[in-house]
């Protein structure tokens, strides 16, 4: 089966720019991830979608950051305007059902990820 | 509000070793734990989940324990090889839908 794939794979871009990631989870996925990780840490969540809802965005910056996940498969993830401490790798993840919803059987597929370096 | 702790951070053993990376989180109201390998400019490769219900879970030589009274899980590799140099995370799934990951374990196999 074909994984997650995820575009860019760089960007560098200066402070205040705006930036897209886009996400093409495993086909049949119901559950869609970002996470942000930072050089030297473990991935944090940002925004969880079951189908095209989301279920979680606690911790999504939403002054700056913005994600849509069309018709349930693909996603986008912006960030209006960069910061310098926006710099870190995004990864996107996907899994067959819903965590939280009495399943907790399915591993999370990771993408390679966007490596972004704002400037 | 879950953390997760893993050590060490780093470990560098001769190929053919046993080891073990381990891993502890404080909120014990988890719904699984799960290990992963980050090999470097790659995504997480998932590689063992141990449901709450579960003691254990083996794949290979890989070996994933989890004691959720203790709030620990260990992950045993077997005969290590120079391909299993890598970063080692592990996540715990609790309560707000959210896995939380540990920073990781980055072994070096040395040949």
């Known amino acids: 089966e074909a994984g997650v794939a995820q575009s860019p794979r760089y960007k560098i871009i200066e402070k205040r720019q705006s930036v897209a990631f886009w996400c093409n989870p495993i086909?049949?996925?119901?559950?869609l991830y970002w996470y942000q990780q930072i050089l030297g840490q473990g991935p944090k969540l940002l925004i969880q979608f079951q189908n095209n809802g989301v279920v979680d965005d606690s911790q999504l910056p939403k002054d700056r950051f913005s994600a849509e996940r069309l018709k349930g498969v693909d996603s986008t993830l912006k960030i209006q305007p960069a910061k310098l401490e926006d710099s870190a790798v995004y990864l996107c993840?996907?899994?067959?059902?819903?965590?939280?919803?009495?399943?907790?059987?399915?591993?999370?597929?990771f993408g390679n990820g966007t490596r972004l370096t704002v400037t | 509000k879950q953390e997760v702790t893993q050590i060490p951070a780093a470990l560098s053993v001769p190929e053919g070793e046993n080891l073990v990376l381990n891993c502890s989180f404080t909120?014990?109201?988890?719904?699984?734990l799960q290990w992963f390998r980050q090999d470097p400019g790659k995504g997480l490769t998932s590689l063992l989940l141990?449901?709450?219900?579960?003691r254990e879970q083996t794949s290979g030589r890989l070996n994933a324990s989890l004691d959720k009274s203790s709030g620990r899980s260990t992950l045993y590799i077997a005969a290590s090889q120079p391909g299993d140099s890598a970063t080692y995370l592990c996540?715990?799934?609790?309560?707000?839908?959210?896995?939380?990951f540990g920073k990781g374990t980055k072994l070096s196999v040395i040949p």
């Open positions: 993840a996907s899994s067959l059902d819903h965590h939280g919803r009495g399943r907790w059987d399915s591993p999370l597929h």
């Open positions: 141990i449901q709450s219900s579960q």
């Open positions: 086909s049949g996925h119901a559950t």
């Open positions: 996540a715990a799934g609790a309560g707000s839908y959210q896995l939380t």
């Open positions: 909120d014990s109201a988890i719904y699984n």
